[in-house]
């Protein structure tokens, strides 16, 4: 029952469908790990059984070729033990010539059985060597996955690492967004824009100021006219123009 459950486990593991079996896992990664872990575990005990099967089939090659020499001497025994019985009959010994042939019908019997013995194995020894056919493919399909899964397990690995540089850097983009420096810029820029305005406003006010001293200056020469010319009314003078006629 073990060696069964360790052989359909060889058989189950080599047809996985690795891929399939990522696409479905919650976490790629830690699955890959456990089934590094499991196929490295299953090979070594899956080698251990095979290499017992193995064995078992060595022997049962090493029986059927002892019985098959086995039958060769028993059948050159039983050649001997004829003809020699041969000579004794020609000889006119017959007593000694049956004993013999009797020996040369012990070697026969002891031939069939080894003959019946070696024919009885080769089926078997077929079988187990089919067996052993398959049980080694299946090892080395094993052998196969197991590179791919490690193979697919430092892909993923380096696609991982690469994916959160990716993600570190969107994530750094994306915060330079929120930030927007040219955003800081434009509301430095209408600061000192307000400044300016400020500048300008208080140059038009200081230009308005000029002008109404200058128009306050105009006001106060008519008066003084207005003066000088009414003194002169009063003194008996004709007031004095400020046009002179030409000549």
């Known amino acids: 029952m073990v060696k069964q459950s360790i052989f359909g486990r060889i058989a189950q593991l080599a ?120 049980l080694k493919k299946g090892l080395d399909a094993m052998r196969g996955k197991l590179s791919q899964l490690s193979s697919k397990r430092d892909e993923l690995i380096a696609r991982s690492k690469t994916a959160d540089a990716q993600r570190q850097v969107q994530d750094a983009v994306k915060s330079i967004d929120l930030l927007d420096p040219t955003s800081e810029i434009s509301r430095f820029e209408d600061k000192i824009r307000r400044q300016e305005a400020v500048v300008m406003g208080q140059q038009e006010l200081a230009a308005s100021s000029l002008d109404a001293q200058f128009e306050q200056l105009d006001a106060s020469d008519d008066e003084v006219e207005l003066d000088a010319r009414l003194a002169a009314l009063k003194a008996g003078s004709p007031p004095p123009s400020a046009i002179t006629s030409g000549a």
Do not use: C
């Not at 830690?30 to 095979?50: C, F, H, K, P, W």
């Not at 029986?63 to 004794?88: P, Q, T």
């Not at 080769?122 to 067996?131: D, G």
């Open 15 to 134: 047809k996985a469908n690795i891929n399939a079996l990522i696409d479905s896992a919650e976490d790629p990664g830690l699955m890959l790990d456990q089934m590094v872990r499991d196929y490295t575990n299953s090979i070594a005990e899956a080698e251990g059984a095979v290499a017992q099967t193995i064995g078992n089939l060595r022997l049962l090659e090493q029986d059927h070729a002892e019985d098959v020499r086995n039958a060769g001497d028993w059948g050159n025994k039983a050649l001997a033990a004829s003809r020699k019985a041969d000579e004794l009959r020609a000889a006119g010994n017959t007593v000694d010539a049956d004993k013999f042939d009797n020996l040369a019908k012990v070697a026969l019997g002891r031939q069939l059985s080894a003959e019946k013995e070696a024919r009885d194995a080769e089926p078997t020894i077929a079988s187990q060597t089919a067996v052993v056919d398959q």
